[in-house]
């Protein structure tokens, strides 16, 4: 598994600490040390199957369970761009059995997009480990003029506001991804949100919108079946399984970079135990070549954290985000 230090992960996420919970949680770490796990646990992932988010959990949960002998089941709450999913994690049973496979939007873009939320980030879940980071990607249609990221500024620039692009729904990491290439690069696009990436995705295939940044992850089989073309990846180098195709820096938009990332939260009281136990699980499942091998071919780059590693992280990308959508006038309305 690749390991990086927090300096260098720190660029690429990052959320607020959840805070001393003030509970007494003695009985119930004993009870989870002597017996967890003993049921199956479900894994709720508040965004539509297919998603990037959705496959990394797949393939890691399937050989967790294999290791641990329990059933895991991936269970999708789509809606309102991860809040309804979230939300039904948070006010979960504190106890391992209900735990969140959550992305970065739902973390770190959200808190700073609406003005009401039905749970705190801060004070509802606690970390468990990143698994995963998901390279991003500008998407076209098969058959579209546009060729690459300076031919997208071009197209825009001649044309403002008549080009559409797709997202998994308002405040999404789609949205986000593509208001800040628009404000860096000074065009205008039309924003039609969906409500998921996978439909999104399936919308650009369809023409319903003309282009759409995506999880290499959520489009790879699209790009891969000729449905959807990768005219530019938003990493800071060329990617290893498309060396064909040029950073977005290289072609228009100078030191542009922007991925996210798949997280294993729980709720706010889970024993500790229980966090440590189930992060040691994602880091052996991590390490397992198979594992890893499904992951890179997803167009996800395996990580792990510790619970403190990932705490740390999320209040950077918390302060951020909160910088970057205030000075890109990124709005969920």
Request: hydrophobic share 40%.
């Amino acid at each position: 598994m690749q390991r990086r230090s927090l300096l260098q992960l720190s660029t690429l996420m990052g959320l607020g600490w959840l805070g001393e919970l003030g509970l007494n949680l003695g009985s119930q770490v004993a009870w989870a040390q002597s017996t967890y796990p003993s049921k199956p646990i479900k894994v709720i992932v508040p965004l539509a199957a297919g998603s990037a988010v959705d496959n990394a959990a797949r393939i890691v949960m399937q050989k967790i369970s294999q290791n641990i002998g329990l059933g895991i089941a991936i269970e999708n709450q789509a809606g309102a761009a991860g809040l309804i999913g979230a939300d039904k994690v948070a006010k979960s049973s504190p106890d391992g059995y209900v735990l969140g496979g959550f992305n970065d939007s739902i973390m770190t873009m959200l808190p700073n997009l609406q003005s009401k939320m039905p749970w705190g980030i801060q004070k509802d879940f606690e970390a468990i480990s990143l698994v995963a980071t998901v390279e991003w990607g500008l998407v076209v249609g098969a058959d579209s003029s546009i060729k690459s990221a300076q031919d997208l500024i071009q197209a825009a620039k001649h044309s403002p506001g008549k080009i559409n692009y797709g997202s998994g729904g308002n405040g999404s990491p789609q949205h986000i991804a593509m208001a800040l290439f628009a404000a860096q690069s000074g065009i205008k696009l039309t924003h039609v949100p969906y409500k998921g990436a996978t439909q999104a995705a399936v919308g650009l295939a369809g023409k319903e919108v003309d282009v759409c940044f995506q999880g290499i992850a959520t489009v790879n089989s699209l790009i891969k079946g000729g449905k959807l073309k990768l005219i530019g990846v938003s990493t800071s180098k060329r990617m290893g399984q498309f060396p064909e195709v040029a950073t977005i820096s290289e072609s228009g938009l100078p030191n542009f970079e922007f991925n996210s990332w798949y997280a294993m939260m729980a709720p706010a009281g889970t024993p500790k135990s229980v966090v440590q136990l189930f992060y040691k699980e994602i880091v052996k499942a991590l390490s397992d070549e198979s594992v890893k091998d499904q992951l890179i071919g997803q167009g996800l780059t395996p990580r792990g954290s510790s619970p403190e590693e990932l705490t740390q992280l999320l209040s950077l990308q918390l302060a951020k985000y909160e910088k970057l959508i205030r000075q890109a006038g990124i709005s969920a309305d």
